[in-house]
C-alpha cells in the first residue's frame, strides 16, 4: 500500500484500502458483544461501488467506526461517482472532498505542547 501511494497508482490501492476496512469491521462484528455499524445503505453503498468497479471506474471504498462509507476515486471520476453514489437509496448526502495543501508552517505562529 505504501509503494502505491508513493508512485500514485490508485488502481493498486483499491484492494487493500477495501479489505483494511472489511478486516475491522469483521473484528467488529465478530466481539463479544459484536459491534456492528452499520446499516442497510451501508451495504447498498459497497454494493454500488462495486457496480461502478465493474462499469469501469477506478473506486473503492472504506469504513471507519460508523455506517457512513468513503468512496475515493481519482479527480477524474468525482462527477459520476458522487452522481451514482447519490442514487442509492437512503444516501442522504454527498461531500465531494480532495486532499488539502498538506501541512506547512504559518509565519508569526509558533506552536508547542501547552498551547495545543
Known amino acids: 500500500m505504501k509503494e502505491a501511494v508513493l508512485v500514485r497508482d490508485f488502481a493498486a490501492l483499491i484492494a487493500p484500502v477495501e479489505q483494511s476496512a472489511l478486516a475491522m469491521h469483521a473484528t467488529a462484528f465478530a466481539a463479544d458483544p459484536g459491534l456492528v455499524y452499520w446499516n442497510g445503505t451501508t451495504v447498498e453503498v459497497i454494493r454500488a461501488v462495486r457496480k461502478l468497479r465493474a462499469e469501469g471506474h477506478e473506486v473503492c471504498f472504506t469504513i471507519d467506526a460508523g455506517p457512513h462509507v468513503k468512496v475515493l476515486t481519482p479527480a477524474a471520476g468525482v462527477a459520476a461517482v458522487t452522481e451514482a453514489i ?13 486532499p488539502g495543501e498538506g501541512a506547512r508552517l504559518v509565519p508569526g505562529e509558533r506552536a508547542s505542547v501547552a498551547n495545543l
Open 86 to 98: 447519490a442514487r442509492v437509496p437512503g444516501v442522504l448526502r454527498t461531500i465531494a472532498a480532495r
